[in-house]
């Protein structure tokens, strides 16, 4: 019913600017509660950010806090992720998720779809 197609990842070095996109479509986007989440390799996922359905509230992880801003527009059915200062702790696959809520969670196991995922690596 949802798809998401992440996009934007791709090596950089540490201190670089990137900025991740996905892409929704099927189901209602604008009544979705949206999270970025990335998982590297050996580890769990791990939630990065989060926005309500108008954008209005938005959550992030302490590791992104100060460097990422998440953000959403409704009408081109697409949320974006900009990341600054990246280091190579940030070296991961970024997924994009939807929950079928309209408030987002910071849990995983909340979110009803995901995208296949985009590969950030940060060189040092």
């Known amino acids: 019913q949802v798809q998401l197609v992440e996009s934007g990842g791709g090596l950089v070095q540490a201190g670089d600017s990137l900025r991740l996109s996905c892409a929704a479509s099927?189901?209602?986007?604008?009544?979705?509660?949206m999270g970025w989440f990335r998982q590297a390799p050996g580890k769990e996922r791990e939630f990065v950010a989060a926005?309500?359905?108008?954008?209005?509230?938005?959550y992030y992880a302490d590791s992104v806090k100060g460097r990422g801003t998440i953000s959403r527009d409704n009408a081109k059915n697409t949320v974006s992720l900009q990341m600054n200062n990246l280091k190579p702790e940030d070296t991961a696959v970024y997924y994009c998720a939807a929950d079928r809520s309209p408030f987002p969670t910071l849990s995983a196991m909340e979110y009803d779809y995901w995208g296949q995922g985009t590969q950030v690596t940060v060189s040092s």
């Open positions: 099927g189901g209602t986007f604008n009544s979705y509660a």
């Open positions: 926005i309500s359905w108008s954008g209005a509230n938005t």
